[in-house]
């Protein structure tokens, strides 16, 4: 099945205490990218990769890292967590063909930072 | 700046009644416009889009009509069902190799039975 998996689905952490959350795709897609989503602002892009070694920052960057070593994978690093950074953040890879574009999201990680 | 403006923030519709949502964009540079169903506890799945050059789509229930010279589009859910209800997110992507979406901020639906 076509899918991106995010892991952790939850997670509660403490301030300043590194985490890593970590997004796979089995689609082969090149473009991947990062959202937070929260109440009244939408989702919001972190940071995105249009390929392979390819990294840039989206709307919201403060505070997070990425990499891209691999096709498939693409963690999101939060070297220092703070209390402003609970959220609920998305993976998702970008489509193309058949007349359609979009992006295949993954199921979510709901961040708490205490 | 909100590039694409969406509304309502919350609809509240009975069942098999329509429902629709609004959105109004500023930048003629956008060539794609979708939109996305989110269900709790789950990630955004696109919906359905449409491109410019066209001013209605249709796919079973759900429709999109675009009116390029006024920059809007929205979003129109006949005949609508409690499991329609959702978050529902309009968005527009420039032309090109640009994979960038810019999101209005979401619609909560929902259909009373």
């Known amino acids: 099945e076509a899918q991106v998996t995010q892991n952790p689905r939850y997670l509660i952490t403490v301030t300043g205490k590194k985490l890593t959350v970590t997004c796979s795709q089995n689609?082969?897609?090149?473009?991947m990218s990062w959202y937070r989503q929260d109440p009244g602002l939408g989702l919001r892009q972190i940071y995105y990769?249009?390929?392979?070694?390819?990294?840039d920052k989206g709307d919201v960057p403060e505070g997070y890292k990425v990499s891209r070593k691999e096709k498939r994978n693409f963690p999101l690093i939060l070297e220092s967590p703070s209390p402003n950074q609970t959220s609920l953040y998305f993976c998702?890879?970008?489509?193309?063909?058949?007349?359609?574009?979009?992006?295949?999201f993954g199921s979510g990680t709901r961040l708490t930072v205490v | 700046q909100q590039q694409v403006k969406q509304s309502p923030q919350s609809l509240i519709v009975q069942k098999g009644g329509i429902s629709i949502i609004n959105c109004a964009y500023e930048n003629t540079a956008f060539d794609y416009f979708p939109w996305y169903q989110q269900f709790p506890g789950k990630g955004p799945a696109l919906l359905i889009a449409?491109?410019?050059d066209v001013s209605e789509k249709k796919e079973g229930r759900f429709t999109i009509s675009f009116n390029k010279s006024a920059k809007q589009f929205s979003l129109h859910i006949m005949d609508s069902q409690p499991g329609d209800s959702a978050t529902y997110f309009c968005a527009a992507q420039p032309g090109g190799n640009n994979r960038k979406l810019i999101w209005g901020l979401g619609t909560s639906l929902a259909v009373n039975p």
């Open positions: 990769s249009m390929n392979v070694e390819v990294t």
């Open positions: 998702a890879s970008s489509f193309s063909g058949q007349g359609k574009r979009g992006y295949t």
């Open positions: 689609m082969n897609h090149e473009y």
């Open positions: 449409i491109r410019p």
